[in-house]
């Protein structure tokens, strides 16, 4: 059966039951969104904060994205799923869906096979409204910009030095830059625009970092939307009186979302940031409730641990004072085979020595999490099919070379079962062993050198430039951010900015296209090479297969 076709076939259980049953959660925290989902109050999310117990944090990442596949959400599932069957009590922690890739290329993300989050077509698609709340948020203050200036700009903001774009939750190339203001005075004022998609914006960063609702409408407040005439004086978001309104909207998109897994395991999956263009986590409030409720929480990072965990680690961790226990880092034998120069329409065959070559991407990786952050990990080969014996014996082999343990986990296909063994390797570690993590950079280092430090520590780059404009805003930034640390926007699918740049590249140079302050979120966002913040929809898209019967099923999505 296909992925949607297993998730309409779950048996799945009434969630209020389920959060009663497996964690004691009272029904009357519970806000119920039809039968299998619900939001959980924050007066519970407080109550749980005074615990002095804590679980342990597992983060789950992957090596560079390929065509072929890696499964780092279905793992997180999986793995979780097979540590509830052997006895450890766990709750994962995911990221909500964009509606920009269900209908573009990647599809849903809710994983796969038999390691899926249910219900599966509500997750991928308007779930319990946060997106719309966060677009809503955001476009509110954009068009309270606007107005500020057309009612006679008290403010003084220059007009041609606004920062603040508006939001859809679709890729949609042809709004990324756009004219506003047209038709008269009595529409506004002529100015250049553009769109970002809803996961790119500050206001979505600010949720998943946001730990109250008093932190979020302070962090929105702190949001700084445009300078003034004199080109140096910021304008935020509070100058407007914006951030009360906009912190009404989020009143019920800060609370975390429960759902249930395929066996009936809970799952929290809140916010929705991507890790190419933004920070790529999960919001503090779920990660923090899930540890404090299991003894182990499950979590993901997007994209490959260049991009996700590095967020993960260097600003989640950072901003919420987490400490992960261990790394699961994804791989599977075609996107190695990908990585080694093989195409995609050969990948089903065996190629050791591509598998070899390919190895590289995997083993840089590896290194950044173990040497660079100090932390233990396993590897996770996401077992498919067609891939042989020969192959992932290469590749326990090679790891294991390295020290470092390979567990080849069939997840997928079978569920928490497919996992117990990748499962009880996480637990010998998180149980046995006490992770030496450390920051990539310190938070005083200046931000020039946080980003040649990412560049070079983590990309294998020989170094970052950028255009004598660039270099004096971060200049400018340095003097009263510098403090920050930094967000790269960078392609996920290669270490280097080229996406076509497979394996593990080095000696490249890093182009530092644009940088931006996201002062509410409490990070600077550095654009590497020509990174899109508004991604465009493919020649044949995921939406073409998407369809609904008379009777209401849903069909395409996977």
């Not at 964009?98 to 096979?113: D, N, Q, T, V």
């Not at 569920?415 to 992770?435: C, H, K, T, Y």
Request: hydrophobic share 40%.
């Amino acid at each position: 059966m296909s992925d949607i076709e297993i998730a309409q076939n779950a048996k799945m259980k009434p969630i209020i039951e389920l959060a009663e049953e497996a964690f004691g959660i009272p029904a009357e925290h519970l806000d119920p969104y039809g039968h299998y989902k619900a939001k959980l109050s924050l007066d519970y999310v407080d109550n749980l904060s005074h615990r002095k117990e804590e679980g342990k944090l597992i983060l789950v990442t992957a090596i560079s994205p390929t065509p072929a596949g890696e499964g780092k959400t279905t793992t997180t599932v999986g793995l979780g799923d097979a540590l509830n069957r052997i006895g450890k009590k766990t709750i994962m922690c995911l990221r909500e869906p964009s509606l920009g890739p269900c209908f573009g290329m990647k599809g849903g993300a809710a994983g796969g096979g038999y390691a899926q989050v249910v219900p599966m077509e509500d997750i991928n698609l308007h779930f319990t409204g946060d997106f719309h709340a966060i677009g809503v948020a955001h476009n509110l203050l954009a068009a309270m910009i606007d107005n500020h200036i057309h009612h006679g700009n008290a403010l003084g903001i220059d007009a041609r030095r606004v920062k603040w774009k508006r939001v859809v939750d679709m890729n949609d190339r042809a709004l990324r830059d756009i004219t506003v203001g047209q038709g008269g005075p009595a529409n506004g004022y002529l100015r250049e625009d553009g769109f970002d998609i809803v996961v790119a914006s500050e206001v979505m960063a600010i949720l998943c970092l946001a730990t109250n609702r008093a932190d979020l409408k302070e962090r929105l407040g702190r949001i700084v939307v445009a300078y003034k005439s004199d080109g140096s004086t910021p304008v935020y978001a509070s100058d407007l009186k914006a951030d009360g309104a906009m912190a009404a909207l989020l009143k019920d998109a800060i609370k975390p979302n429960l759902v249930q897994t395929l066996e009936n395991n809970l799952a929290i999956v809140h916010g929705g940031p991507f890790a190419n263009i933004a920070h790529g986590c999960n919001s503090v409030t779920a990660t923090q409730t899930a540890l404090k409720l299991a003894d182990y929480a499950v979590t993901e990072a997007g994209f490959g641990a260049d991009l996700g965990a590095e967020k993960f680690l260097n600003i989640k961790c950072r901003s919420a004072k987490l400490k992960p226990s261990a790394v699961v880092l994804v791989a599977t034998v075609r996107a190695l085979k990908y990585h080694g120069g093989v195409e995609k329409d050969h990948l089903n065959q065996e190629n050791l020595p591509a598998l070899e070559v390919g190895f590289a991407n995997l083993e840089r990786h590896l290194h950044n999490v173990t040497v660079n952050y100090g932390l233990p990990a396993v590897v996770c080969i996401n077992h498919f099919t067609y891939d042989s014996d020969a192959e992932t014996d290469l590749l326990i082999q090679k790891c294991e070379a390295l020290g470092v343990k390979c567990v080849v986990s069939k997840h997928w296909a079978q569920g928490g079962a497919g996992a117990e063994e990748l499962a009880r390797e996480v637990i010998q570690i998180v149980d046995n062993r006490e992770p030496g993590f450390e920051y990539l950079y310190e938070d005083a280092l200046p931000i020039w050198e946080k980003i040649e430090t990412i560049a070079t520590k983590l990309y294998g780059a020989r170094e970052i430039v950028a255009s004598v404009k660039v270099r004096n805003e971060i200049e400018r930034l340095q003097q009263k951010y510098g403090d920050l640390p930094v967000c790269m926007a960078k392609t996920q699918m290669s270490f280097s900015t080229d996406p076509n740049a497979k394996g593990a590249p080095s000696g490249h140079t890093v182009e530092i296209s644009d940088i931006k302050l996201e002062n509410g979120a409490g990070f600077i966002v550095a654009i590497a090479g020509n990174m899109m913040t508004m991604p465009g929809l493919p020649k044949v898209p995921t939406a073409e297969k998407i369809d609904i019967s008379d009777e209401g099923v849903i069909t395409g999505l996977f």
